[in-house]
Structures are given as structure tokens and as C-alpha cells.
């Protein structure tokens, strides 16, 4: 399975931003969907994930202003990012998990300045 990820630019901060992520495959059967982001100089880190059974959880820093989603009939997962801040500046990666394999994204950058 391959991940398209699109929908990363430059904004300001406040705007909003929808990234997609597109599987060339059926995600129907994944066990989780996730975003990851990686700022400059820093590790990745997890900034959504949800599961098809159990709980969504965020990162502390974007709750209340990013929602993750799916839709298995388009096999893509989104991440709609609403007041963006600049510290949100990082390259966002997709991340599809199967019983057996998990798969990534090529990452869409994310500039928000001030």
C-alpha cells in the first residue's frame, strides 16, 4: 500500500489547513489511522490516532483544534488543523495500520507563520 499525503502550504496563524492522505489500497481493514508530525530538529511525534475501535486520542497540543477522519469508500484519511499556530510548523506524516503491516506517507510540510 502506498500513502499519498497532500494539502500542506504556508498560512498564518489562526487559518486552517486540510491534509489528506490518499492509500492506493482499501484501508477498510486497517486497525488504525494515525498523523505524525516532525518539526525541524525535533523527533516525530503523534499527533492523532484512531483506532477503528477505541479511542481517538491527540496530542495535549492540538486538542480542541485538529480532527482526524477516514472515509473507507475514498480509502484516504484526513487531518482538518483549525487555528493553526506557529508552532504547528512541521512536516506531517500519514501512518496506516494493518493486522500485519504498517505503512507511511512521503510527509507534507506545514509552515504557519505569525
Known amino acids: 500500500v502506498q500513502l499519498q499525503a497532500s494539502g500542506g502550504g504556508s498560512v498564518q496563524a489562526g487559518e486552517s489547513l486540510r491534509l489528506s492522505c490518499a492509500a492506493s489500497g482499501s484501508i477498510f481493514s486497517a486497525i488504525a489511522v494515525a498523523w505524525f508530525r516532525q518539526a525541524s530538529g525535533k523527533e516525530r511525534e503523534l499527533v492523532a490516532r484512531m483506532p477503528t475501535r477505541g479511542i481517538t486520542i491527540y496530542a495535549d497540543s492540538v486538542k480542541g483544534r485538529f480532527t482526524i477522519s477516514r472515509d473507507n469508500a475514498k480509502n484516504t484519511v484526513y487531518l482538518q488543523m483549525n487555528s493553526l499556530k506557529v508552532e504547528d510548523t512541521a512536516v506531517y506524516y500519514c501512518?496506516?495500520?494493518?493486522?500485519?503491516?504498517?505503512?507511511w506517507g512521503q510527509g507534507t510540510q506545514v509552515t504557519v507563520s505569525s
Open positions: 501512518n496506516v495500520v494493518y493486522p500485519f503491516a504498517s505503512y
